[in-house]
């Protein structure tokens, strides 16, 4: 399989329960990077993993949320405490780069619905 | 805050019409890409564009990317009902990471 896959691809949890999301990235890429998009908008960053090392989070990943990118392969995306403002499609996306060049390869995404 | 407007957010044609989508920003991108997505998937990758006044051909799809890097526009000829999906415009920031418009969604009716 040379597609980027997510798991679960739906997540229905109760307000204040924590979620767990599993992105496995196109093997030979080196950068993975989650994104959020909610119902009519398009998708926003929240942060990127190149390796194992993650370089970068975005405002809108509170301390209730973290992401692991243990041994630089596959990786996880925990929601604590989760709220209803936290409802969205999560997308993990894998990055080829060849100089100018690059291309994401997205997965078909977690959508998660807090109740 | 969206960096990129795309407009029109909602568009409706019959087959066999011609269509265009506007992608808009007052910033200065080192490049821009064209997604499409269908419901319930990640977005798909159509297009890079890194010139200004660039101009790439898929088929019946036309992007450009305008000559100051701030704007781009995706024109679909002909459409097909194939066409119907969300279009996305993202530019680049550094590190490679996108700022996506909010979408256009196009419906090709039979």
């Known amino acids: 399989d040379t597609g980027v896959s997510q798991n679960p691809r739906h997540k229905i949890t109760k307000r204040g329960q924590n979620v767990t999301f599993r992105c496995d990235p196109i093997s030979e890429h080196n950068r993975l990077y989650w994104y959020r998009q909610t119902l009519g908008q398009g998708p926003e960053f929240l942060t990127y993993f190149q390796n194992e090392a993650q370089l970068e989070k975005s405002r809108l990943l509170s301390d209730r949320f973290s992401a692991e990118r243990p041994k630089g392969s596959f990786s996880t995306l925990e929601i604590q405490r989760t709220e209803q403002g936290d409802s969205a499609m999560y997308l993990c996306?894998?990055?080829?780069?060849?100089?100018?060049?690059?291309?994401?390869?997205f997965g078909s995404g977690t959508r998660l619905t807090v109740v | 805050t969206q960096l990129l407007e795309q407009s029109p957010q909602f568009l409706s044609i019959q087959e066999g019409e011609n269509l265009t989508v506007y992608c808009n920003s007052s910033s200065v991108f080192s490049s821009l890409q064209w997604y499409r997505q269908e419901p319930g998937e990640g977005p798909v990758l159509l297009v890079t564009?890194?010139?200004?006044?660039e101009v790439k051909k898929l088929k019946r799809l036309t992007f450009q990317f305008g000559d100051a890097r701030k704007d781009s526009s995706l024109h679909i000829t002909a459409a097909q009902t194939g066409d119907t999906g969300l279009y996305l415009c993202a530019g680049t920031l550094n590190d490679y990471k996108l700022s996506f418009g909010a979408g256009t969604t196009v419906t090709v009716r039979a």
């Open positions: 996306a894998s990055l080829t780069m060849a100089g100018r060049n690059y291309g994401y390869t």
């Open positions: 564009v890194v010139t200004g006044g």
